[in-house]
């Protein structure tokens, strides 16, 4: 993944916007530098709505005239629709609301470090950094635990950059297999619902969107899937990938892995740190220009595709200071690693605790913990201009106390 940084910093000197083509046989607008990033999340001239798409991404059957690439949401929404479906979502990942969620976040942890053994090779992906937070997200929807298996296969289906038929094919069979599953559950959920308690009191966020598309008539039956879809989508990969390559990016600077074990009262600050150094997202969710816009002295011209790389501005010179060192006492820190504007990540509070919870109790227990491979024979999930997610395969590592 270090490679794609070296690519960021020659992007960096050359300038903030660059015309670069994709895997589907159009271009687009790549955004690198930090400046022209924020600006493009912020700006309403960029829209998210895939009926503003060019032709070549829905010719691929990325997005369609009216769903994203994970249905209808608000991801893939303009004011006044965007407004309508955050609020809806919203009320469960207040602040206050996700701390709430500690004791049952740490529980989950202690459970899945005590199964792991010591002295042996583990993969610390999949046996840590994905059971977390699908676990925690599938408490709070409401979604049996159980399946949680069969999310990971559709959600690496569904992150596919589709650049050839095979990939194509097995991006629609997860998108499809998991539309059914969504279907079925809500419709059990519905038949069990409580209507008689109030929205924001129901027992899980999966009956609460219930409650406001059959009762409160804010979400729409595609809406209310593409929710669901989005949630448990976002709800976990962020983390995932968050543990996974924060946890990388420690074992290969022990300096910092070290002064973070020696002062637990870091950890806030290397989440931040690990969030902008190796962030869990390479660039943001696809935008498209309304009209002809002028971004870092180049005009991007209407209808165009817009990608915002936000791995690239968490490490521009113009705004960090030692952009590519990792320092886990940095508090100069204002990472877009979950975006910024209108779209900022609303489980962004969710994504912190799990991150902090996770690392304090993976090195609290297991402070000698060692890769198990070479650093080169580890291998990221995809590479490409259109990918959206930043993470590992795998990564295998020896817990040692």
């Not at 991801?75 to 500690?102: Q, Y």
């Not at 816009?293 to 705004?319: C, K, N």
Request: proline letters at 7%.
């Amino acid at each position: 993944m270090e490679e794609g940084h070296s690519r960021y910093a020659t992007l960096h000197e050359a300038g903030p916007v660059h015309r670069v083509a994709t895997p589907l046989g159009g271009e687009a607008y790549l955004i690198t530098r930090y400046e022209e990033a924020r600006a493009a999340l912020h700006d309403q001239r960029l829209s998210k709505h895939p009926k503003n798409a060019p032709g070549f991404l829905r010719d691929s059957g990325l997005v369609t005239e009216a769903a994203g690439p994970v249905g209808v949401n608000m991801l893939s929404s303009d004011p006044p629709d965007h407004t309508r479906l955050r609020r809806v979502v919203g009320r469960a990942f207040t602040p206050r609301r996700v701390e709430a969620l500690r004791p049952r976040i740490q529980q989950i942890t202690d459970d899945l470090l005590d199964a792991l053994p010591t002295g042996k090779e583990v993969d610390l992906i999949d046996e840590f950094a994905f059971r977390l937070p699908i676990t925690v997200i599938c408490e709070m929807l409401g979604v049996p635990v159980e399946d949680r298996d069969r999310f990971r296969a559709w959600t690496r289906a569904m992150t596919l950059v589709v650049s050839t038929p095979e990939e194509r094919r097995r991006r629609e069979e997860g998108m499809a297999a998991l539309q059914v599953y969504l279907s079925g559950l809500i419709e059990r959920c519905r038949a069990g619902v409580d209507r008689e308690v109030p929205h924001e009191d129901q027992p899980d966020l999966l009956s609460a969107l219930i409650v406001a598309a059959d009762e409160r008539g804010e979400l729409g039956e595609d809406e209310l899937r593409g929710t669901l879809m989005l949630l448990l989508i976002a709800g976990h990969e962020t983390t995932v990938n968050l543990i996974g390559n924060g946890t990388l990016a420690l074992l290969r600077n022990r300096d910092q892995l070290d002064a973070l074990i020696a002062d637990p009262g870091l950890l806030p600050l290397a989440v931040e740190e690990l969030l902008r150094h190796d962030g869990p997202v390479e660039n943001a969710t696809f935008r498209f220009t309304l009209e002809d816009v002028e971004m870092g002295g180049v005009t991007i011209p209407a209808g165009s595709l817009v990608l915002v790389s936000l791995a690239g501005a968490d490490r521009d010179p113009l705004r960090f200071d030692r952009p590519d060192e990792l320092d886990v006492a940095r508090r100069d820190n204002p990472h877009l690693a979950f975006g910024h504007g209108l779209h900022f990540c609303l489980g962004a509070p969710l994504a912190r605790l799990e991150g902090v919870v996770a690392f304090a109790s993976l090195l609290g227990r297991f402070p000698g913990i060692r890769l198990a491979c070479p650093v080169e024979q580890l291998r990221s999930r995809h590479q490409s201009p259109l990918v959206i997610v930043r993470g590992l395969e795998a990564l295998p590592v020896v817990l040692e106390r």
